[in-house]
């Protein structure tokens, strides 16, 4: 526990990079993934589950909570951490993202974004400085900018206008933050699939001087090689001695590439969302179990996990929940899959201490690549 926001480096392995972030309310060990926990809860999972399967940093959304419960009755009720029995650091998304997808109804100027809500059509207005006004009633530990996200592919014109507007948000932002010990304010590179975009915007955000720097704007349509080459060009401008997270990403084979090339953060909905249709992350690679191949099934997903999800429970049962459309099922399969994300952290964090990543790497692809065990 620290009483200040720092971040440790205590190891690289190529350009993979072993740290810790401090915080009051805990220590969080990167490379980190952190389960989406949207509106205070991460879909089908006990929060004791998620503490339970390695996570040490859960995130929030500005946009949702905003709108409900309402950033100022989370404050009355004692912070999101008291609300949703979550002690440790929680991570709160601007809300920038969500009121750009989800609103039916926006217009964008320089002040903010007023927007309807997704949920009752109701207007709302957000300006850099009052979603940084939420995010604190949130009570969260690490806040980030608003900012303006675009989708891939874009003009060159539209995506540079986003990214200068971010830009001049992000000052706002850290304005209105302040100084709040042992929190933090993360900026956010914009800049689409533009290489001297992503340096303009990375460069502007350096000169902030933050406390961690993340990376937006990608997994929204593009290819991965892109998503790759984006992150060759901007990381090296960032400090190295502050954390980088990369937002919104994302699958098993996303994440370790992305470690690859110093990226320290991570989240996504994707482990839970999948687990809810019948999708499950192993070792070997993703297993459908609506399939038929597993009516009749009664091998476990993976004997070797430490889930109980996955150890304990068989096939059979899964495949019959799932196609039953049992909650059950969703709950079973989102278990199996945050826990097997925080399993391939955990490989990739002891991968980089013995300075063996780039082999790890390769293990972990080439068995994902031997697919699921044969049927029976």
Not at 239 to 246: I, V
């Amino acid at each position: 526990m620290s009483e200040n926001f720092t971040f440790n480096l205590k190891a690289t392995s190529g350009k993979a990079r072993l740290g810790e972030i401090t915080m009051p309310r805990g220590t969080v060990r990167t490379p980190a993934f952190m389960p989406v926990g949207t509106v205070g809860t991460v879909k089908a999972m006990y929060l004791d589950q998620v503490k339970e399967g390695g996570a040490d940093i859960i995130l929030g959304n500005t946009y949702h909570l905003m709108l409900r419960p309402g950033p100022e009755r989370v404050a009355r009720l004692g912070g999101l951490h008291k609300l949703i029995r979550w002690p440790g650091p929680i991570l709160t998304d601007s809300g920038g993202f969500q009121v750009m997808s989800l609103s039916g109804l926006r217009k964008l100027d320089e002040q903010g974004v007023t927007f309807k809500s997704h949920i009752d059509g109701s207007l709302h207005h957000m300006s850099p400085e009052r979603s940084i006004e939420i995010q604190g009633l949130l009570d969260s530990d690490i806040q980030m900018q608003l900012d303006e996200c675009v989708s891939l592919p874009n003009e060159p014109r539209e995506i540079e206008r986003a990214m200068e507007l971010s830009l001049r948000w992000a000052e706002r932002c850290r304005v209105a933050f302040g100084n709040q010990p042992g929190k933090a304010m993360f900026g956010i590179v914009q800049g689409g699939d533009q290489p001297a975009l992503r340096i303009r915007s990375a460069e502007g955000l350096k000169q902030l001087d933050l406390k961690g720097y993340s990376i937006g704007g990608l997994a929204v349509g593009e290819p991965q090689a892109v998503m790759l080459d984006m992150l060759r060009i901007t990381l090296p401008v960032l400090p190295t001695e502050k954390p980088r997270y990369l937002m919104g990403v994302g699958t098993p084979d996303d994440m370790l590439k992305s470690v690859a090339e110093g990226i320290d953060m991570f989240d996504c909905v994707m482990p839970t969302r999948s687990g809810r249709h019948g999708l499950a992350f192993t070792r070997r690679g993703k297993v459908n179990i609506r399939n038929a191949r597993h009516a009749e099934d009664m091998r476990p997903l993976d004997e070797q996990s430490s889930c109980p999800a996955a150890r304990d429970y068989s096939r059979a049962y899964l495949h019959h929940l799932v196609r039953s459309n049992e909650a059950l099922g969703g709950m079973l399969l989102s278990w199996n899959n945050l826990s097997y994300y925080q399993e391939l952290m955990q490989g990739i964090r002891q991968a980089i201490a013995e300075d063996r990543f780039e082999d790890f790497k390769a293990e972990t692809i080439e068995m994902w690549a031997r697919g699921d065990i044969d049927p029976v």
